[in-house]
């Protein structure tokens, strides 16, 4: 697994400029070409009425789009300052909604980084939509992500495809980190902990196995903690499948840590 393409979602929070950063650093890392995507809702608002609905006055339209227009220029001005221009570096812009067009933007890159948020509001539903439905991993980052990532890694597992599939597409962060703590939780998950280590430890990572023997419904809560306790400065995790109510690797543990991680995490596809 290698990082070639990387697609960073360009929205105008207050973590831009941190993510922007982080994402040169890794596309320098990876030697990777860096593809900014930024998506503009479409300059409406339907309102439903009943059955009925009716639409902004045109007026108030125009605004929206004027809006839209000065956030875009804004975001696409601290892209170039920030990640240069050149054959390497992409500028992407669509009009039309977010979730349908940054899944479809996702699937033709290596690696996706996108604004953690606040886990209720419109980065936080793109960090979710795209883990779900991108089939790529998903790099989540909090708005103060240091440029470096993965240096100490905490990694879990459980036996499950999606956790397999997680830590195959975490290779070139576990790689290159001085320290990954793989964590199983429960007793379940620590039948195949020696042997997932093991695999790991033929590519190269630096592995250290341990066994938490804790309810699994308390996985993403442990997750965090260890990361806490080890000083992380990422977690790999797998992640739903194709259903949103089917959280298949942890049980509550995906939401859990959409909503509570301070760290980066990168969620398998």
Partial sequence: MVYRTILVVLTGDSGLEARLQTAQALARRFDAVLVGMHVMP??????????????LAPQLIEAQRQANQELKERVQGAFERIC?????????????????????????????????????????????????AAGVPVLMLPPDTPEAIGTSTIAGWNGSREAARAVHEALPFLCGAERVILCAVGQEAERDLEAAGAMLRRHGAAVQPQSIDEPDGAAGEILLAQA??????????????????????????????????????????
């Fill in 84 to 132: 240069g221009t050149g054959p390497s570096v992409v500028w992407r812009e669509a009009e039309g909604d977010p979730e349908r067009l940054l899944v479809e933007a996702a699937r033709t890159a290596d690696l996706v980084l996108a604004a953690k948020g606040d886990g209720e509001g419109l980065e936080g539903a793109q960090v979710e939509q795209l883990a779900m």
């Fill in 228 to 269: 806490a306790a080890h000083g992380a400065d990422l977690l790999v995790m797998g992640t739903y499948g194709h259903a949103r109510l089917r959280e298949l690797v942890f049980g509550g543990a995906t939401r859990h840590v959409l909503r509570k991680a301070t760290l980066p995490v990168l969620f398998g596809s």
């Fill in 42 to 55: 479409p300059p409406f608002i339907p309102i439903a009425d009943g059955e009925a609905v009716t639409y």
